[in-house]
């Protein structure tokens, strides 16, 4: 069974600084999304993943699940579908908007 890797945000940073090819998906409600979202990061809520990864994500991609906060459950979750799903490369940024914010790094809406 594959096992849920995460990431930090400093890994997160690296990757969007170097233009890596990667998906980011916050897995909150849309309304979350709405008023706030890490640059780039486009939003298919946990609880529909199963029904909307195969339009809106490509298996071979690498894809990078996140929510509010450590104690969120939401990308574990999500990434975990992802997994059962097929993606071979998925990534749990783990620490999420919480940590996005706490660097003083801007959301976008």
Known sequence: ???IRMIT???LLEMKA???DFAL???LPK???DNGHIPGAVNIPSDSIAQEAGDRL???ATVVTY???YACQASTVAAKK???LGYSDVLDFKAGKAAWKGAQLDLET
Request: charged residues 40%.
């Open 58 to 60: 490509q298996k071979n």
């Open 31 to 33: 309304e979350s999304f």
């Open 82 to 84: 992802l997994m059962d």
């Open 18 to 20: 170097n233009d890596e």
């Open 25 to 27: 998906v916050e897995t």
């Open 67 to 69: 929510c509010a906060n």
């Open 9 to 11: 945000i400093e890994k």
């Open 1 to 3: 069974m594959a096992k």
